[in-house]
């Protein structure tokens, strides 16, 4: 495991300045199970979970002025442009009382994590990211069956590439500042939150 950030992240951010953050990045590829996850650690951790799909997902849903592109992207498996994304999240940030954030299935590509880092004025203390084969994670999301547009094997082919394109770099940019854990996610849910258990049951004290 390297991992080594466990101090609350005091930065010049607007959001900052008001509390003490800390957050967790939660990466991996479509499917390899961050939203179950994200579940479990709320459940036990009390985080709160932004996913940041989830969020793109209502602003479709409110017919929001993005809404129409959003929906286009998300059908092609394409990240949308970071600031609208961001700007969401920080909204969700905002929102809460609570300090502690999961923020799941982003940042997806260099751009997102630049961008956060910019509007937010903050950084993760940890990243999570749940390492999965390929063949799983599509197996997974067409078992998924939560009525999504993009969980159909022609956008998850897509997804994939994207992902295989643009992950890497944030996951290397992270664990040269010793951020990153990085998680086996094959196994069974319970089996892989005793892997992530640790993460969380060693940062408890410093909170
Ligand atoms: N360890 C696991 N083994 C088998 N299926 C899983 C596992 N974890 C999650 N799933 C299932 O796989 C699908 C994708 O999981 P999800 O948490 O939505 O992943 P992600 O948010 O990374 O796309 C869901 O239907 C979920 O119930
Ligand atoms: O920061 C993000 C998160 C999600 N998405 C879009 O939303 C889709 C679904 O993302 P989500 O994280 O919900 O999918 P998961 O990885 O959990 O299957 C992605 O394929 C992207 O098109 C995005 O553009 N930026
Ligand atoms: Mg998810």
Redesign the pocket.
């Known amino acids: 495991m390297e991992f080594s950030s466990a101090e609350p992240f005091k930065g010049e951010g607007c959001l900052s300045k008001e509390k003490n953050l800390y957050i967790t990045f939660?990466l991996?590829?479509?499917?390899?199970?961050?939203?179950?996850?994200?579940?479990k650690i709320v459940e036990n951790f009390g985080y709160t979970h932004l996913?940041a799909?989830e969020l793109l997902r209502q602003e479709i849903a409110s017919n929001s002025e993005d809404g129409v592109m959003i929906l286009d992207m998300i059908k092609e498996g394409k990240i949308v442009p970071s600031e609208v994304t961001v700007k969401l999240i920080q909204k969700g940030m905002e929102s809460c009382d609570n300090g502690k954030f999961l923020i799941?299935?982003f940042p997806r590509n260099e751009e997102n994590r630049t961008a956060f880092e910019q509007i937010i004025g903050a950084e993760p203390n940890i990243v999570l990211f749940?390492d999965?084969p390929e063949e799983?994670?599509i197996?997974?999301?067409l078992?998924?069956?939560?009525g999504r547009v993009d969980d159909n094997i022609e956008t998850i082919r897509k997804r994939l590439k994207v992902f295989a394109a643009s992950h890497y770099p944030v996951i290397d940019y992270y664990s040269k500042k010793g951020k990153l854990c990085k998680i086996d996610?094959?196994?069974?849910?319970d089996?892989?939150f005793e892997r992530v258990r640790p993460v969380f049951a060693a940062c408890e004290g410093v909170q």
């Open positions: 939660v991996g590829g479509p499917g390899s199970g961050k939203g179950t996850q994200c579940a996913s799909g799941d299935g749940f999965c799983e994670m197996k997974r999301v078992n998924r069956n939560e996610a094959i196994g069974t849910e089996e892989i």
